[in-house]
Nanobody
Framework: QVYLKEAGGGSVQSGGSLRLSCAVSLRDYCLGWFRQAQGKERKWVGSILPAGQTSYDENVKGRFTISRDHNQNTLYLQMNSLRPEDTGMYYC???????????????WGQGAQVTVSS
C-alpha cells in the first residue's frame, strides 16, 4: 500500500524555523515538496533523488533544505528564515517513475499547514 504522510506543520513568526517530515512507503523514488497558498496553484519547492542530490526553487534556495532517511523511509523539509509568503499547505510527493525524477508526480500526501506571521 502506497502512503505519504506529512507531519510537523504549525505557526511561526517571520524569521523562525520549522521542520516538516513525511513518512513514505516507497523506496528508491524521487521525492519532492510542494506548497500551495490559499487561492493559488500548487508550486514545486524542491526535490531529492534516491542518491541524495537536491534541487530547489529559487525562492527557497539557501533557506530550505530537503533530506531523506532511507532507513526510516522519511523525507524532511527544514525551513529556516521563514517569511510570511512561505505560508501555505505543504505537500510531499513521489515521482510516478522509480529511480529518477521524471517530473511527473504520481503520489501525494494529504498536506501540512505552515503559517508564518509577520
Amino acid at each position: 500500500q502506497v502512503y505519504l504522510k506529512e507531519a510537523g506543520g504549525g505557526s511561526v513568526q517571520s524569521g523562525g524555523s520549522l521542520r516538516l517530515s513525511c513518512a513514505v512507503s516507497l523506496r528508491d523514488y524521487c521525492l519532492g515538496w510542494f506548497r500551495q497558498a490559499q487561492g493559488k496553484e500548487r508550486k514545486w519547492v524542491g526535490s531529492i533523488l534516491p542518491a541524495g542530490q537536491t534541487s530547489y526553487d529559487e525562492n527557497v534556495k539557501g533557506r530550505f533544505t530537503i533530506s531523506r532517511d532511507h532507513n526510516q523511509n522519511t523525507l524532511y523539509l527544514q525551513m529556516n528564515s521563514l517569511r510570511p509568503e512561505d505560508t501555505g499547505m505543504y505537500y510531499c510527493a513521489a515521482d510516478a517513475q522509480r529511480y529518477y525524477c521524471s517530473g511527473s508526480w504520481g503520489y501525494w500526501g494529504q498536506g501540512a499547514q505552515v503559517t508564518v506571521s509577520s
